[in-house]
């Protein structure tokens, strides 16, 4: 990778981190409304301490989702062993959990797509 493309690389991430940030804030703002606690001025930390909970909750979770989907994006996989992955299971909710641990080049190859819905059919069946 030449220093030009590393540098639109990082202010990608950059980007989508700050966007992050502010859904994951937003995000916990609105849980906070429906949570019933009403702000006054004797619990001000109490209601910092629910929002900046749940914010970090909901970055975490956007940090995974990077590391286990994005961040995997034009990397190379073996089809065999995402196969093996998705063979490994054992009920529709366990597919879905390993369909969504596979990257989303993986979730485009026809041979595995193909694996995964004739796996599909057959938890369906039961």
Known sequence: MDNKEKIIKDAQYRKGLSISYFNSLNAAIELFKVSG?????????????FISGWRDWFLDEH???YAEVIARVGIPYDAKESIKKLA??????????????????????ELIVKVKNNLKQNYEKV
Request: no cysteine; aromatic share 6%.
């Open 63 to 65: 940090m995974k989702y």
């Open 37 to 49: 606690i009403h702000p006054r001025e004797e619990n001000l930390k109490e209601v910092e301490g």
């Open 88 to 109: 490994a299971t054992t009920t529709l909710e366990e597919l879905q959990e390993a369909w969504l641990l596979l990257s989303e080049d993986e979730r485009r190859d």
